[in-house]
């Protein structure tokens, strides 16, 4: 039995921290571990433009402890009427790291996302010139289509179609949630990367909704069936480099994740590199920890793995039910919150990070 393991410094490539005092209070649980982290954009008003942009790092920098080695990489949130030159010009500088496309209404305010995907293609063919790449919340917000089905029906309709029309964009399928989609990731390594987060590798739809609903679970994608479920573990842990860590983690106020009409989101950053090695270990996998967490994401993102590290040890502790937000917010629930974890992470070395 492993009793520690000593990995490259992880990367996640998929995170929400809001802005103001819930920013201030999810950030260090994601800065204390993780080398960097692509910053969503979908805030209220977006992160649309490269100067919005400089301006949201800069508020993530100084949220940040003075002696943080952290870096926040940052997104574009694309719209019907994203500007391909500012686009451009914000990834030149070194702003930008990627394009993030929200369906409009499909998820935690995208309300200003893409309502017409052949407005986009100019943006599109300035990404795939430029060598910059697509982040996609692939789901399709037809009413028509079930709730389930949503991330199938976009890979057939509009995200295969787009592998086909661009052959050179990279594309990132954020939060996989089905077998279609591994197998779509699968079948488009190299051009299609795919991020997993920690409760969809946990978690199954029966859990959320199989004892009485726990609104503490509800999340875009939505957790589906048990057949996902290992299908999603077998990628994350099968050694293939197509498939990386992104957390998602997204903190909401109590109050807003409880309401009739909850918001979705886990906040998992407090617990997730320990969640993913309790995984890994589950599959007799933890050997292929490090290939997930710190370097197939860099690879497609063609920037340098970190060159720290972090020791995660079986070591019990128990998470916070809660973190305590100053202000109107007050406080946001916990993944796994009061839970006895049975890894920890023991030491982290940032040494001086290759982070491009």
């Known amino acids: 039995m492993t009793d520690a393991i000593t990995i490259t410094m992880p990367d996640d490539w998929h995170l929400h921290v809001r802005d103001g005092d819930m920013m201030r209070a999810a950030l260090p649980f994601t800065a204390e571990k993780f080398g960097r982290a692509i910053m969503m954009p979908n805030l209220v008003p977006p992160v649309a433009t490269a100067i919005d942009a400089l301006a ?7 949220a940040l402890p003075a002696d943080s080695r952290f870096t926040p990489l940052m997104t574009c949130y694309l719209t019907d009427d994203t500007d391909p030159d500012d686009v451009e010009r914000g990834f030149a500088e070194g702003i930008f790291t990627g394009v993030k496309l929200y ?3 499909a998820t935690t305010n995208s309300a200003a996302g893409v309502t017409d995907f052949a407005r986009i293609r100019p943006v599109l063919e300035r990404m795939q010139k430029i060598g910059m790449p697509l982040l996609i919340h692939a789901e399709v917000v037809d009413p028509d289509i079930d ?11 509009v ?10 964009l990279r594309f990132i399928h954020e939060h996989l949630s089905t077998s279609i989609g591994c197998d779509f990731v699968r079948s488009k390594s190299g051009q299609v990367g795919g991020t997993i987060t920690p409760y969809h590798l946990e978690l199954n739809r029966t859990d959320w909704l199989g004892s009485g609903n726990r609104p503490y679970m509800y999340c875009m994608p939505v957790i589906k069936t048990e057949a996902d479920r290992r299908a999603l573990r077998k990628a994350a ?14 903190p909401h106020s109590i109050h807003k994740k409880l309401a009739i009409v909850g918001a979705a989101g886990l906040f998992n950053a407090p617990v997730a590199i320990e969640t993913y090695a309790k995984v890994f270990e589950e599959e007799n996998a933890l050997d292929r920890l490090e290939a997930f967490a710190s370097l197939n994401g860099p690879a497609h993102y063609r920037l340098p793995p970190n060159e720290g590290t972090i020791t995660l040890e079986r070591q019990t502790w128990t998470a916070p039910e809660e973190i305590v937000v100053p202000g109107p917010e007050e406080r946001a629930l916990v993944y796994r919150g009061g839970e006895a974890i049975a890894w ?7 040494q001086d990070a290759g982070r491009g």
Not at 56 to 62: H, N, P, V
């Open 237 to 250: 842990t099968g050694g293939e480099s197509c498939f990386f860590l992104g957390t998602d983690s997204a």
């Open 103 to 105: 369906p409009a209404n």
């Open 159 to 168: 995200f295969e179609p787009w592998t086909r029309d661009f052959p050179e």
């Open 344 to 350: 920890k992470v023991a030491q982290v070395s940032f």
């Open 147 to 157: 709730v389930f089905d949503r991330e199938a029906v976009f890979i057939e309709r």
């Open 56 to 62: 949201y790092r800069e508020r993530i920098l100084a």
